[in-house]
């Protein structure tokens, strides 16, 4: 079987999840890992990447969240909490094009002793990168799990001590104009909660930078872990950043560039 065949095939799947929780009537109850992916407001089964939103952790404006993802043109975007995405079958998790983290759990992750309902997430997390699916780190979920270096790896940060800074205002300077997530982007200004931590290290192609003085300089970037690619975006803390137009333009086109979905439609 051939890439194109693959994505063909993980495409049918996740049809086929929606399809059988629209059948059933009763998608924000069950507990079914394909009626729970289907169940994101807005999303409208098979139109776009297929990206699983993993959340936990850390409170967020759910309202404003879900709004920025159906804002998003060609992004089929499944918000889940990660209990729900560990304790889906692999074939499920599998046939997500890219899964975007923006959880902040914070002991290291473990399967031992763990209530039915959350899974396998250690085994869950290691299987990333087994296949070319996209890997998306959003904001705060570049501080998870701060002891594994499996986390860290896929950051490009080994040390992950942090301090932070609501509400500052800062500008994003594109610093390869070239790269598709950010070409043709000028340079502009947006309020958010930054980061004061080490920059992205080694093996990380910087694509976003800023020079204010209580954020890290790397802002935006890529890495490869793996097969999978990986792009790591320090903003995103609240709708202040949701709604501004080149936050959601670059995050539209991280997702796609990582699900290796071409150009940026």
Known sequence: MDKTDRQAGRRRLLKGCAAAAAAAGSTLFSSSPCTAAAAAPGASPGEG???????????FDVPSFHRLFRSLKGVNAMIQHI?????SPAEVRDAYQAVLFYFMMMPTPTDEKLPGYAGKPKAALEHLGATRQGIIVLHHALLAYPQW??????????????????????????????HPIVKGMPAWEMTDETYTMADAGAGSEVLL????????????????HKQSRVFCLALGHDNAAYANPSFREVLRRGIRWCAGAGKPS
């Open 49 to 59: 990447v297929q990206v699983a939103v993993i959340t936990g952790g850390h409170p």
């Open 149 to 178: 270096p499996v986390w860290s790896e896929i950051v490009g940060i080994a040390n992950r001590k942090f301090g932070y800074h609501p509400n500052q205002k800062l500008r994003l300077d594109v610093v390869k104009p070239d």
């Open 83 to 87: 209990d729900d995405f560990a304790s």
């Open 209 to 224: 930078a800023t020079d204010h003085p209580k954020s890290m300089k790397t802002v935006g970037w890529t890495r490869q």
